[in-house]
Nanobody, 129 residues
Framework: QVQLVESGGGLVQPGGSLRLSCAASGFNFNDQAIGWFRQAPGREREAVSCISGGDESMYYEDSVKGRFAISRDNAKNTVYLDMKWLKPEDTAVYYC??????????????????????WGQGTQVTVSS
């Protein structure tokens, strides 16, 4: 059974950094794309970043380009989201997700929330002074 467990969230001041981790099990991790999504209070869940299996091409939402970096360690079945120069508007619950039908993502394809069938429980990121 697919399991995704996020960690690394917390309270950080504007301009600070955090590293989120998504530990995965129960599926062929090397092949499937992994997406990071976030949901702020009163807002819809949105895609933040995504990394493919295989060639590891990536997607970034426009507001995080140049500040966030996604990576994967196939030996550890873990995907990371390194977040720098955090802003108050980055405050949200961050989720990682995957789906057995999704292997690829890049900047020509915005990941769609409804396409991802397996989700973690989320980790809270709060950016505030």
């Amino acid at each position: 059974q697919v399991q995704l467990v996020e960690s690394g969230g917390g309270l950080v001041q504007p301009g600070g950094s955090l590293r989120l981790s998504c530990a995965a099990s129960g599926f062929n991790f090397n092949d499937q794309a992994i997406g990071w999504f976030r949901q702020a209070p009163g807002r819809e869940r949105e895609a933040v970043s995504c990394i493919s299996g295989g060639d590891e091409s990536m997607y970034y939402e426009d507001s995080v380009k140049g500040r966030f970096a996604i990576s994967r360690d196939n030996a550890k079945n873990t995907v990371y989201l390194d977040m720098k120069w955090l802003k108050p508007e980055d405050t949200a619950v961050y989720y990682c997700a995957t789906d057995r039908h999704i292997y690829f993502c890049d900047n020509d394809y915005e990941p769609i929330v409804g396409d991802f069938g397996s989700w973690g429980q989320g980790t809270q990121v709060t950016v505030s002074s």
